[in-house]
């Protein structure tokens, strides 16, 4: 099987990040009562991460277009 040449710099999730898949494992935790409410910062924390780690890849992706 021969990979494509971009195949680096391919997005294999689309606009979904780690930080994304971890802020989301951890909202379900909380609706699901099975995560104390002192996590809650860092649920907001990894939204606010995954999010600003996306507008700077997409800033990255426009420059080098």
């Known amino acids: 099987m021969k990979l494509p ?8 999730a689309g606009k979904f990040n ?4 971890v802020g989301l494992s951890l909202i379900w ?5 099975l995560i104390s409410p002192w996590w809650l910062p860092l649920t907001v924390l990894t939204i606010v991460v995954s999010y600003g780690s996306e507008v700077n890849a997409r800033k990255k992706q426009d420059l080098v277009l």
Not at 5 to 12: L, M, V, W, Y
Not at 18 to 21: N, Y
Request: no cysteine.
């Open 18 to 21: 780690t930080f994304t898949f």
């Open 5 to 12: 040449e971009n195949f680096q710099n391919a997005p294999t």
């Open 29 to 33: 935790g909380h609706m699901l009562n």
